[in-house]
């Protein structure tokens, strides 16, 4: 593969950066964006890429990379969002850099040690055949091995996309072929399973296996009892639930400088059941919550959403239970759905739109059906 030509084009004021590729003996066009209307600006671009060709690739470490670009999304997104990329790019290539370096707790395991990443020192190193790789291995398989599902390896992929693709456009890194390596992955088709739910005999087995533990007990029987995320129920402050009303609001708040809101981006009030109300009558005793996190991590500070997890999760091992926060929560819709209460108050109550209760749900309420058949 040899380059040949490079020059500038202008489309909308906007100026590109075109070049020529010789692949397999075929001339091939390779246009990007400068993301500049200034035209000086634009031959300067030029002129750095002719000599970076002209004297070879000047190599970018990846580490530094992913740091500048973690920096870079700090006026950007929201302290979750911030959170979420931060996460799934150290499963991706590691703690490899300050940013990606997590101090777990002390009663949790590190259950991502053993698993594959992506091991390359220069971000020009990532070659499609190495995204791929990284990914099939990670993928589930009939056979046990595997740790994400279809779904996940799609949103890494993305993620590999976006991180390169900020690096080529904002920082200018040269990629070989000046394509992005994730553009030749194709994306895996996604299984759609139905969403899972506990039944009532599963439900108490569940708060059964946590009765040593109120905390955990009374934060699973939120998720069960009334369909918070897990990220809602460790945001809870004491002045979020009123047990005197039997009401949880879920809303936006600022703590210590960071800001958060719910997924949807709109705050609900939750009733709360008389179940769930002796339950979290009878945490608030034994804890003494008075004031700050209504659910405490160990150390006094808000739980890390992981480390919640990896607790609950050798909890559940040690009782060969596989349930997860997300199927906490759909016992919940699952259950007012085969009690026929509409799929606009479950939305409401859940904060989704009416389409997704649709997707998760609706399959449970053929029985009330019956009747509309009939003529």
């Known amino acids: 593969m040899k380059r040949i030509a490079a020059s500038l084009k202008q489309r909308n004021g906007v100026f590109y950066l075109k070049s020529y590729l010789k692949v397999a003996g075929k001339r091939k066009e390779v246009v990007r964006s400068l993301g500049t209307k200034n035209r000086k600006v634009a031959e300067s671009h030029l002129k750095d890429f002719k000599e970076t060709r002209n004297n070879g690739f000047h190599k970018h470490v990846l580490s530094d990379v992913i740091s500048q670009y973690l920096t870079s999304i700090q006026k950007r997104m929201t302290w979750k969002n911030q959170q979420k990329i931060r996460s799934v790019l ?18 949790t395991k590190g259950s991502t040690e053993n698993r594959p990443t992506i091991n390359v020192r220069h971000i020009q190193d990532i070659t499609s055949e190495e995204i791929d790789n990284f990914l099939t291995s990670m993928i589930k398989n009939e056979a046990g091995s595997g740790y994400i ?35 030749s992955i ?19 087995k569940q708060l059964l296996a946590l009765h040593n533990n109120i905390q955990l007990f009374a934060m699973v029987a939120m998720m069960i009892f009334a369909g918070l995320r897990r990220e809602e129920i460790l945001w809870l402050r004491t002045e979020d639930v009123d047990l005197k009303d039997r009401k949880i609001h879920v809303r936006n ?19 709360i059941s008389k179940l769930l109300t002796r339950i979290l009558e009878m945490y608030v005793r034994r804890r003494n919550i008075s004031k700050g996190w209504y659910f405490p991590s160990p150390e006094g500070c808000k739980w890390d959403a992981d480390n919640f997890s990896g607790c609950l999760k050798d909890i559940n091992n040690s009782r060969e239970f596989n349930w997860t926060c997300l199927d906490f929560r759909h016992t919940f819709g699952s259950h007012l759905a085969m009690k026929n209460i509409s ?33």
């Open 186 to 204: 194709t994306k895996f088709d996604e299984d759609e399973l139905p969403c899972r739910f506990m039944t009532l005999s599963e439900i108490r």
């Open 149 to 183: 599902s279809k779904t996940t390896a799609n949103r890494y992929r993305e993620r590999i996309r976006a991180l390169i693709s900020w690096a080529m456009t904002v920082k200018k890194v040269p990629m070989p072929g000046d394509l992005n390596p994730t553009c």
């Open 253 to 271: 708040k600022k703590i210590n400088g960071v800001y958060w809101r719910p997924k949807n981006k709109n705050n609900r009030v939750v009733p």
């Open 90 to 107: 150290r499963q991706i290539f590691g703690p490899i850099c300050p940013e990606l370096i997590k101090k777990l707790s002390t009663e």
């Open 343 to 375: 799929l606009y108050k479950i939305s409401k109550l859940m904060g989704n739109s009416p389409d997704i209760c649709r997707k998760h749900y609706a399959h449970l309420m053929v029985g009330e059906m019956h009747d509309d058949v009939e003529f």
